[in-house]
Antibody
Framework: EVQLVESGGGLVQPGGSLRLSCVTS????????MNWVRQAPGKGLEWVAS????????YYVDSLEGRFTISRDNAKNSLSLQMNSLRAEDTAVYYC?????????????WGKGTTVTVSS | QSVLTQPPSASGTPGQRVTISCSGS????????VHWYQQLPGTAPKLLIY???QRPSGVPDRFSGSQSGTSASLAISGLRSEDEADYHC???????????FGGGTKLTVL
């Protein structure tokens, strides 16, 4: 069974940092592109970042202004998102999502999400 | 403001057929596949349609997708109460070099 389990969310003050992790199982992690997608309370889905299989190509939504970094460890079947200079508008549920197949970025399998709250 | 445009709401009665539209541009829907996701209340999104019109195993054939030009549509026939959920479209955008989503459509079964 394919599983993606996020962790690392919590309450953080504005300007602070958090590192989200996603541990995966049930598939060959190194064969798939991976994504982080977030959903602010009561809002739609917003793609945050994607990373290619080897970890050499990374893409980010423009609005992040360089504050977030996506990375992966193929040996540990895990995905990470380092979030710095957090703002109130970063408050959201963050989902780890695997590409549908080995050639596409569009999410096909999602984790249950981890909640990030940025507030003083 | 989402890159892909969906109606914020849709509704239908049990047994009816409803369609949800997703409008984009030449850099996303016009040149790349569209996926559709169903998000039941309080849960993570689930893949409903991939590559414009393909259903993953386990998704009933009541759900179908289509794409034409820079627009896509999700159709749900034989509407059931358990179809009440948010529906999201997504595509890769070659100009933005990223995944773009619609704002989501809340489907109500009356």
């Amino acid at each position: 069974e394919v599983q993606l389990v996020e962790s690392g969310g919590g309450l953080v003050q504005p300007g602070g940092s958090l590192r989200l992790s996603c541990v995966t199982s049930g598939f060959t992690f190194s064969n798939y592109r991976m994504n982080w997608v977030r959903q602010a309370p009561g809002k739609g889905l917003e793609w945050v970042a994607s990373i290619k299989q080897e970890g050499t190509e990374k893409y980010y939504v423009d609005s992040l202004e360089g504050r977030f970094t996506i990375s992966r460890d193929n040996a540990k079947n895990s995905l990470s998102l380092q979030m710095n200079s957090l703002r109130a508008e970063d408050t959201a549920v963050y989902y780890c999502a695997r590409g549908y197949d080995s050639s596409g970025y569009l999410p096909g399998v999602w984790g249950k999400g981890t909640t990030v709250t940025v507030s003083s | 403001q989402s890159v892909l445009t969906q109606p914020p709401s849709a509704s239908g009665t049990p047994g009816q057929r409803v369609t949800i539209s997703c409008s984009g541009s030449s850099s996303n829907i016009g040149s790349n596949y569209v996926h559709w996701y169903q998000q039941l209340p309080g849960t993570a999104p689930k893949l409903l349609i991939y590559r414009n019109n393909q259903r993953p195993s386990g998704v009933p054939d009541r759900f179908s997708g289509s794409q034409s030009g820079t627009s896509a549509s999700l159709a749900i026939s034989g509407l059931r109460s358990e179809d009440e959920a948010d529906y999201h479209c997504a595509a890769w955008d070659g100009s933005l070099r990223g995944v773009v989503f619609g704002g989501g459509t809340k489907l109500t079964v009356l």
